[in-house]
């Protein structure tokens, strides 16, 4: 007879064999088991204290089994008893705060003449140290109704689109915990506004919102995967704080964490999507909402033995918080740098911010309607958003000093101008008077820097007396007050401006329709 270890339902049988005082060789025969055997159960049995009367229970009948299935443990080989001297050695590598690998171990032990084979070495690791021991696994509690909802992506089908190209047909899957009851909204992509938009159909498919929702580990949703410190994509955890709900990202390669929703990605795929034709995308979000009501929802659920719909409506819904009333608005955070002309450039568009951030980059928020600047946690400006091509600029972020010019306002020009002087001011009006005022503002500017180059006085008599032949020309103005600065030189006249002779200047008399007599008057 082949040997075959006896399960306590088989033992349990031979101890009340046992205590009906039936033989060995009977029992034996009719329990199919080795007469030895049996034979060494009955005398456990007696060093136990079973006799007539006595009650088999679970403890008394394993210290029978206990008794007779018990091995001695074989001794350790050599290998292994070179390695308990340097257990603790072994101990600190594996416990380090950046733990070595068992293979790096077993090279440092071989450089001391330890040699053993990896597989004692892990198995001596594991014994001692709990080291790679079983994978351990817990259920966890079920939550409360509307406590929590688990969201997965998943390729589900192909699908053409309007170009006529072929592509792959993703569905972003909602699933409540508490009552399974799911949702599935298909997208051509997986980006931040695909998943905004697919979780508010969802909250209005539910007619409310789940408090806590589980996540996938999405770029579109979480930037940073780190099970101790994940980092939530901006927009997304907008989203998250404008709909009142808490994001917990799972771990990565641990789909136990969001267990309810793992196995809805087969389940949609080969009950909803193989096999279907749909005409376009919109088609296929009717179809999986239909299907979602109508199949899924109505489905004995295989873990729970329950109606996914029916669980909802009676235990769940009522838990949920309100559904969302209007859409929410996605919005793109960035870097950007302030150039030297105050603006920076988002989405081909430029906007302004005060000097003091001239050569710093700031963060963005772009949405449809606004654009906001941050520095750390500081707002800088706040713009309307404008077409692509198009600025929007706040004068006041320019300096004082530099407002009137960054604008090319003729008012500011001319009123500088009057401020140094009357002459000087209505030189510039008159300037600055035609038709395309725009054509002569960089002469009155520099007709205003001349003031602080010159002197006022000088400019102002230059002015009056352009204005008394109507010359307005700039130009004309400096070389005047190049020639009086040069005249100052020679140690003419100072302080005043030199009456030059004209240059094509002619004698009087060569006016004369007369010629004069010796006697005197023609």
Request: glycine share 8%; charged share 30%; aromatic share 8%.
């Amino acid at each position: 007879m082949s040997f075959r270890e006896l399960t306590m339902v088989d033992v349990r049988e031979l101890l009340r064999r046992f205590q009906a005082g039936e033989a060995v060789r009977r029992s034996a025969r009719e329990c199919g088991a080795d007469r030895k055997t049996v034979k060494r159960y009955y005398e456990a049995a007696k060093l136990c204290g079973v006799r007539a009367g006595v009650e088999l229970t679970d403890e008394l009948v394993g210290e029978v089994g206990e008794r007779v299935q018990a091995r001695p443990a074989p001794p350790p080989s050599d290998a292994w008893r070179a390695l308990v001297p340097v257990r603790d050695r072994i101990e600190a590598w594996l416990r380090a705060e950046r733990p070595l690998r068992l293979v790096r171990i077993r090279e440092l032990l071989a450089r001391e003449g330890i040699a053993v084979s990896y597989s004692t070495l892990r198995r001596y690791a594991q014994r001692e140290f709990g080291f790679g021991g079983p994978r351990v696994t817990v259920r966890l509690a079920d939550t409360p109704p509307g406590e929590e909802a688990q969201v997965d992506f998943g390729h589900v089908a192909w699908i053409t689109d309007v170009t006529g190209q072929r592509r792959k047909l993703w569905a972003l899957i909602v699933t409540l915990s508490y009552s399974r009851h799911m949702f599935v909204w298909p997208s051509l992509t997986q980006t931040v506004a695909d998943v905004c938009e697919g979780l508010d159909e969802a909250w209005r498919f539910f007619g409310g919102v789940a408090r806590r929702v589980v996540l996938d580990n999405a770029s579109s949703m979480v930037t940073v995967p780190n099970a101790q410190a994940p980092v939530l994509q901006r927009s997304f955890r907008e989203y998250a704080q404008a709909r009142g709900i808490l994001a917990d990202p799972a771990r990565v390669r641990r789909p136990q964490d969001k267990g309810r929703v793992e196995n809805a990605v087969p389940y949609v795929r080969e009950r909803w999507a193989d096999g279907e034709r749909f005409l376009d995308l919109a088609d296929s979000r009717r179809s999986a909402a239909a299907w979602c009501r109508d199949v899924a929802g109505q489905r004995v659920h295989g873990t729970t033995r329950a109606v996914p719909l029916t669980v909802f409506e009676a235990e769940e819904k009522a838990h949920l918080l309100p559904p969302p009333q209007e859409r929410f608005d996605v919005p793109t955070w960035g870097l950007a740098k302030v150039h030297p002309d105050h603006h920076l450039q988002v989405a081909r568009s430029l906007y302004s911010v005060p000097t003091a951030y001239i050569g710093r980059q700031l963060d963005y928020r772009l949405d449809s309607k606004t654009v906001r600047f941050y520095g750390g946690l500081e707002l800088v400006k706040v713009h309307a958003r404008v077409a692509q091509g198009k600025r929007s600029t706040d004068p006041a972020d320019y300096p004082r000093t530099r407002t009137a010019y960054a604008l090319r306002s003729v008012d500011a020009l001319v009123a500088a101008a009057q401020e140094r002087g009357p002459s000087i001011g209505a030189f510039a009006q008159k300037l600055l008077g035609g038709p395309l005022p725009w054509s002569k503002m960089r002469q009155a500017q520099a007709l205003v820097r001349l003031c602080d180059r010159y002197g006022v006085e000088r400019v102002e008599a230059a002015c009056q007396r352009a204005i008394g032949f109507e010359v307005y020309d700039v130009p004309r103005i400096e070389r005047l007050l190049k020639l009086a600065r040069a005249c100052e030189a020679d140690g003419e006249a100072v302080g005043k401006v030199v009456q030059l002779p004209g240059r094509f200047a002619r004698a009087p008399e060569l006016f004369a329709t007369r010629r004069p007599t010796d006697g005197g008057a023609p």
